[in-house]
Nanobody
Framework: QVQLVESGGGSVQAGGSLRLSCAAF????????MGWFRQAPGKEREGVAT???????TYTDSVKGRFTISQDNAKNTLYLQMNSLKPEDTAMYYC?????????????????WGQGTQVTVSS
């Protein structure tokens, strides 16, 4: 089993920045890919960014150039640096992980999920 714990959410004004973190615990040795998803009220969940153990990243178009996904393998921690935040970025952000690869636009549903951290961007 793998447990994922997110942190770093909060409330910021448009144009501001936040960094989300996701710490992985348990049988992390079999994780190949990790990513961030988000879900706003009344909307479907969407992939935001993913990264695999080879360092290959994917991003949804709406965050390209503003968000950066990274990982610290020594700390088993995933990050999402979010800059130039917009009100439409407001959502609950979830960390996910899986032994198989998945992308921001993939239909594949990762096996492991965190509880989520709220990001609110005001105009």
């Amino acid at each position: 089993q793998v447990q994922l714990v997110e942190s770093g959410g909060g409330s910021v004004q448009a144009g501001g920045s936040l960094r989300l973190s996701c710490a992985a615990f348990g049988y992390t040795y079999n994780i190949y890919c990790m990513g961030w998803f988000r879900q706003a009220p009344g909307k479907e969940r969407e992939g935001v960014a993913t990264i695999n153990s080879d360092g290959i990243t994917t991003y949804t178009d709406s965050v390209k150039g503003r968000f950066t996904i990274s990982q610290d393998n020594a700390k088993n921690t995933l990050y999402l640096q979010m800059n130039s935040l917009k009100p439409e970025d407001t959502a609950m952000y979830y960390c996910a992980a899986d032994p198989f690869s998945f992308g921001a636009y993939s239909d594949y549903v990762p096996n492991y999920w965190g509880q989520g951290t709220q990001v609110t961007v005001s105009s």
